[in-house]
């Protein structure tokens, strides 16, 4: 009996790993978004943030692609599915659900790229680096389609949950993202009123009126009229 269950475990095991692997793969890089998206708005102030909170958000992105690494693998090694070099890298090659897996390969190539250019983020000119950082939301996107249209848990009410929640999450940071430097632009885009500054007098001047206050003052009028 044990080893029936074993035996067919073991001929689950490949597929058990590919929907593991994708769904860990997607909460890792809605956290790397998260996180980025947090680390670039006021949410949390920049100056003086200690940098381990910075290496943070690399590692979720690094640790995202070694799980679309070990999702791919795992779809390789599974024989309900014939997946080659081709279905796994070509969109639409794939027999099995050929616009589903098209989503996950677009997903793939856009995370490879926005890690590839973080790990060279110093070697690349900036509007370059920040351009290909962008395709972060799309890529999201396109993870996610996939794996609501591909993924075998797509029914489960617990990772609809998640999924919509991520969604949200997202969603929220990215409009105060957006919508924060307009606000900044138009404080400061609005006239602060200058001070009217009285007019520089000459020395001889200041010291006449410095003279002609003092008589003021010790005048017996003046100690009259007080």
Not at 3 to 22: F, M
Not at 103 to 123: C, D, E, F, N, P
Request: proline fraction near 5%; charged fraction near 15%; charge should be positive.
């Amino acid at each position: 009996m044990n080893a029936v269950v074993l035996a067919e475990l073991n001929g689950k095991l490949s597929w058990y790993a590919t929907r593991a692997s994708g769904l860990i793969a997607w909460a890792l890089v809605t956290l790397s978004i998260l996180w980025g998206l947090a680390l670039s708005t006021r949410l949390i102030r920049r100056r003086g943030i200690p940098a381990w909170l910075l290496d943070l958000h690399k590692f979720l992105g690094t640790l995202s692609l070694v799980f679309v690494g070990v999702h791919l693998f795992a779809l390789w090694a599974d024989n309900y599915v014939y997946f080659g070099g081709r279905e796994l890298f070509i969109p639409f090659a794939s027999p099995w659900r050929p616009g589903a897996v098209a989503w996950g390969i677009a997903a793939t190539y856009l995370l490879v790229a926005i890690q590839v250019t973080s790990w060279m983020m110093k070697r690349l000119p900036r509007k370059l680096w920040h351009s290909i950082h962008l395709l972060s939301i799309p890529m999201f996107v396109f993870s996610t389609i996939h794996g609501f249209t591909s993924g075998a848990d797509n029914k489960n009410l617990a990772i609809q949950w998640v999924a919509l929640t991520g969604g949200l999450l997202v969603f929220m940071l990215l409009s105060f993202r957006v919508l924060a430097p307009r606000r900044s632009r138009r404080v400061s885009a609005t006239p602060r009123p200058e001070r009217v500054r009285e007019p520089e007098l000459p020395e001889t001047a200041l010291r006449a009126r410095s003279a002609g206050a003092a008589a003021t003052v010790d005048s017996p009028d003046a100690a009259i009229s007080r």
